[in-house]
């Protein structure tokens, strides 16, 4: 857990006719094998961020290395075999007619043998669990769908890093779940260490590790349970706690007597449940 | 309304037309439209009209479907006919009424113009309803691959292609959005004065057009990040196979041609 993966030093990033730097002198390290989640309000620096790591923009001052390899100009190609992204939009990052076509795209890209490619495209696409969709055209899969389509695209590059950069944003509920539980199980089977950006502390709180993000500099970092109790801090922030955290705060405020925190709702009831068993 | 509309889309299925090699149907159809032109009496017609219903008695593509696709290009085509029924002034004098005369060479050339019109739409309607969006492109680079030589982005053009065809779908769903949204701010896409109806489409082309340019932005950037760097060094997912059944296809569609030139006149 301690073996970082991409390192940050001191990384600035300001876009053209900007006062401000919209990535404010950041560093921290991602470690391998594990879920972090950057959260922050629009505006925050955290896409900025996502496409720094990706060589998609380059720091005006600063150093990322991905596995103690300068991320430049030279090496944005290999970085970018090694950190995979998926953006916000469903349809606008899906560029095969078909849904293979689409997981093959990257491996097109990288001059992988055809005998290889048939290989990769099926085992990535049976990871995310979209294998009996393979001749599918796009418009006909559901936003969560079309997401596990673009995960597989990066998986079959085999990427050390997954960047999630505000993947679930435009998804129903069940869309969003499907794509957590994904990214959950491929953490587990092939050992990939999660970026996720978002605004979504929900989404965050099944991370292991949380960076707040405010006005392009880190506000905060630890573990879900640490950062959710800032509460109100959060909220000054613009983010929107976790319903479960929110009840449960309320509850403790009338004189219930819980547990501190509660990241999810299951854990709320199952709390709740012991105390009136209890009672 | 979108629904209905036929070109550029594919229809799934098993028939002999969809395994056939998109480069065997993308040069027949190319033969076709030349060849077309080499009809020019009954028996030419006849002819060709054949061959087009064999290819699409092959496609399997039920009938409902394609005369309900081809609807607007019917109407053309009734235009077509009548431009050429009163306009052409040769022959006998068949009918008579007021200022509206129709001869003999009117009424051949009209029926003739929109039969050739038709066989022509009927053929290349059957590729792209037969062919998917993306092997066609995959056939059309293949084709025009020689053409590198002479400096033709041949592989960004055929990327351009399937990527425009990809969009497609998803074009049309905005844009039925973009009507419903604005149809519910009390814009008329369907009724009153044409003119008013033009004016309509003015608010539906602005966000239409402003989220396309969107879109073509995240698209870049998402395969910029897929590691896409041009054509050089890349490999193919898809593999075109010609078999002898193509070989079929090109001898047929050649027959056509010798026939075609022995029997017009």
Same mark, same amino acid.
């Given at each position: 857990m301690n073996n970082a993966l991409v390192q940050l030093e001191q990384v600035a990033f300001k876009y053209e006719g900007q006062e401000k730097n919209a990535v404010d002198y950041v560093s921290f390290d991602i470690y391998e094998g594990e879920w972090l989640a950057i959260v922050g309000h629009n505006g925050s620096g955290k896409s900025t961020l996502a496409k720094l790591l990706n060589g998609l923009l380059f720091p005006q001052s600063g150093r990322i290395t991905v596995q103690g390899q300068p991320l430049t100009e030279e090496t944005v190609w290999d970085v970018r075999g090694q950190i995979g992204m998926v953006f916000q939009n469903p349809d606008n990052q899906f560029v095969g007619t078909t849904v293979q076509d689409d997981v093959a795209f990257g491996l097109e890209n990288a001059g992988i043998a055809r005998e290889e490619m048939l290989v990769r495209v099926e085992d990535a696409l049976k990871r995310v669990n979209m294998e009996q969709f393979l001749n599918q055209e796009p418009h006909h899969l559901s936003g969560g769908q079309k997401q596990r389509v673009a995960i597989a695209g990066v998986l079959a590059l085999r990427p050390r890093v997954i960047i999630l950069?505000? $993947? =679930? @944003?435009? +998804?129903d509920p069940k869309g969003r779940e499907e794509v957590l539980v994904t990214v959950r199980e491929l953490m587990k089977e092939r050992g990939v260490t999660v970026l996720s950006i978002t605004h979504d502390l929900e989404e965050a709180s099944r991370a292991d590790r949380m960076i707040v993000m405010n006005q392009g500099s880190v506000y905060s970092e630890g573990t879900p349970r640490e950062i959710f109790q800032l509460e109100e801090e959060l909220v000054k922030l613009g983010l929107d706690i976790p319903f479960s955290i929110k009840m449960s705060t309320l509850l403790q405020e009338r004189?219930? $007597? +819980? @547990?501190?925190?509660?990241? =999810?709702d299951e854990e709320l009831v199952n709390d709740l449940c012991r105390l009136i068993s209890r009672m | 309304m979108m629904d209905k509309m036929i070109f550029g889309r594919y229809v799934p299925a098993e028939s002999p037309m969809h395994r056939l090699d998109p480069r065997a149907k993308l040069l027949m159809v190319f033969i076709f439209v030349f060849i077309i032109f080499l009809a020019n009496n009954i028996a030419t017609y006849v002819v060709i009209g054949a061959f087009t219903l064999l290819i699409l008695n092959m496609s399997k593509i039920p009938a409902g479907f394609l005369i309900g696709g081809l609807r607007p290009v019917f109407y053309l085509i009734l235009f077509t006919f009548f431009l050429h029924l009163f306009f052409t002034k040769e022959g006998d004098l068949l009918f008579k009424w007021n200022f509206i005369e129709v001869y003999e060479n009117g009424l051949r050339q009209g029926i003739f113009i929109s039969l050739r019109f038709a066989f022509l739409i009927l053929i290349t309607s059957i590729l792209t309803l037969t062919t998917t969006p993306i092997s066609i492109t995959d056939g059309l680079e293949t084709l025009f691959n020689p053409l590198k030589k002479w400096k033709l982005p041949v592989h960004e053009l055929a990327l351009m292609m399937s990527i425009s065809l990809r969009f497609i779908p998803t074009l049309m769903e905005e844009t039925d959005k973009i009507m419903k949204a604005q149809a519910a701010r009390g814009t008329e896409f369907s009724t009153g004065p044409i003119k008013n109806r033009i004016k309509a489409i003015v608010p539906l082309l602005i966000p239409l057009f402003v989220s396309s340019f969107k879109r073509a932005e995240e698209l870049a950037t998402a395969m910029e990040s897929r590691g896409y760097r041009g054509g050089e060094g890349r490999t193919k997912y898809r593999l075109l196979k010609w078999e002898s059944k193509d070989t079929i296809l090109l001898a047929a569609i050649m027959v056509l041609t010798v026939l075609l030139l022995l029997l017009r006149s």
């Open positions: 950069d505000e $993947s =679930t @944003s435009m +998804l004189g219930v $007597s +819980l @547990s501190q925190t509660h990241l =999810t | -």
